[in-house]
């Protein structure tokens, strides 16, 4: 065996020696090593984050048993319904709403909102991208700029969420638009949106609608009265189907022609809602 052969210390320039490099004694504070003064600020990092993980992990089992609860507990309010009783004149400061079955409404009713708010609700995951790319280059032409929201997403708002126009905001509605989505299905969300939707001022519910503005109840309404009750959902708190505008009789002969022009209520079987029983 050949012996190892013994390093040679590297020269610099000129041939000299270099020292071997010593390491560098860590700076102390009053006497003490500075490693150890990081040790506390490590350990005060590391308890927030695993705290704001533990929040995160909370809010998101909360919130799913809360979307989980209102798929078989009718939403007794809204925080839009707070929000608006809070902010009324004590003289019209009112609720008034009433709860039916989506079966129990008249199909014109929930036909008359698809075809006004959302034609492809029944294809689209609850956010119509089609639609918010066909508002964008309207805007971009030099239209106004127009709403883009699903059904899904309008639900999504009222039932958990407040009435405000902030980025947080929309991030959490397009989350609960998700879980909606997932956890509750086409049926069941049309069934609370007509239920909860502002009608007018503390009026919320196409039963409530009915009631207040055609002495009727949703599953008696006519096709006209659906249509002119849709026409002013964009903004029931300046319109009335009790003293309808031009616009909103116009609107209203809209709404009626989309309804045809999507079948009526085959329409509605062909989705697997207002299905005839078999004889």
Not at 140 to 162: D, H, M, P, Y
Request: aromatic share 8%; charged share 25%.
């Amino acid at each position: 065996m050949c012996a190892a052969k013994p390093v040679k210390p590297a020269k610099g320039r000129g041939g000299k020696k270099l020292a071997a490099r010593r390491p560098k004694p860590v700076p102390s504070v009053g006497g003490q090593d500075a490693t150890r003064d990081t040790a506390p600020k490590q350990g005060w990092l590391r308890r927030w984050a695993k705290r704001g993980a533990l929040a995160i992990v909370a809010c998101l089992v909360l919130s799913v048993a809360w979307v989980l609860l209102y798929r078989f507990v009718n939403p007794p309010f809204t925080l839009l319904m707070v929000q608006r009783y809070l902010s009324a004149e004590p003289e019209n400061a009112r609720i008034k709403k009433a709860w039916v079955a989506l079966e129990e409404m008249a199909p014109e009713m929930v036909l008359a909102v698809l075809a006004s708010e959302d034609q492809r609700y029944f294809s689209h995951g609850g956010v119509d991208v089609k639609e918010i790319q066909k508002a964008y280059t309207e805007s971009q032409e030099g239209e106004r700029l127009r709403g883009a929201s699903t059904i899904t997403q309008q639900t999504a708002k009222n039932v958990f969420l407040w009435n405000s126009r902030s980025w947080v905001r929309k991030g959490l509605e397009v989350y609960f638009t998700g879980l909606i989505e997932v956890l509750w299905g086409k049926e069941r969300i049309l069934e609370v949106y007509l239920n909860v939707l502002e009608t007018g001022h503390g009026l919320y519910g196409v039963e409530a609608a009915g009631q207040e503005f055609f002495q009727r109840p949703a599953a008696k309404l006519s096709a006209s009265q659906c249509a002119l009750i849709a026409a002013v959902l964009p903004n029931p708190l300046d319109r009335s189907p009790a003293a309808p505008s031009a616009y909103v009789r116009e609107r209203q002969q809209w709404i009626l022609g989309q309804m045809r022009n999507l079948g009526g209520r085959k329409f509605l079987e062909e989705n697997g809602l207002f299905v005839p029983a078999r004889e």
